[in-house]
């Protein structure tokens, strides 16, 4: 399978290969890629593609990798959409989101949302577990979930922190 550079109509790059149409980033897997095609998921090894599902979505981005249980994460149309990295097009969690970033609990339980104010802890319904309080109006980017806490970048001062999640309200 063959897209152009920018994203634009597919040239073809392998010989008598069929052209595919992308809708959103081209995913790293490590061991292979999954790229959202207009119609179609395709997953790309070496030289073999094979399509994983239709694709129901519109443009794909804010995409997670790497997530637990093989699941990744990306956003669409304002739904957050988690769903197993083999079959994309069957989530195990889409819901409303207009959030800024967000990224999944090391145990595959929760998501941590970041709003720009606070972060948010939901289950994968959507469902509100806890939020932290931000009474100095710290402005908050990027969240990553690890063992130890989930780090947030605090855009006001430049500074990365982290909280305990257990500790939200």
């Known amino acids: 399978y063959g897209v152009d550079a920018t994203g634009g109509q597919s040239t073809e790059l392998v010989a008598g290969g069929p052209e595919l149409a992308i809708n959103g980033p081209v995913i790293d897997l490590r061991d292979r890629l999954l790229v959202p095609g207009v119609g179609a998921w395709v997953s790309l ?18 995409v997670r990798t790497r997530l637990p249980n093989d699941l990744v994460g990306f956003v669409t149309d304002g739904q957050l959409v988690i769903a197993p990295e083999d079959s994309p097009n069957t989530p195990v969690a889409q819901f409303e989101f207009s959030g800024e970033d967000f990224d999944v609990s090391p145990d595959g339980e929760s998501i941590a949302i970041s709003t720009g104010e606070t972060i948010i802890i939901t289950d994968f319904t959507g469902a509100q577990l806890g939020a932290f309080a931000n009474p100095a109006g710290v402005a908050i980017g990027s969240v990553l979930w690890l063992e130890d806490g989930i780090y947030f970048v605090d855009e006001s001062s430049g500074v990365v922190r982290v909280v305990d999640p257990d500790a939200a309200a």
Request: hydrophobic content about 30%; cysteine-free; charged content about 20%.
């Open 45 to 62: 090894r070496g030289f073999d593609g094979e399509q994983v599902g239709a694709n129901p979505y519109g443009k794909i981005g804010l």
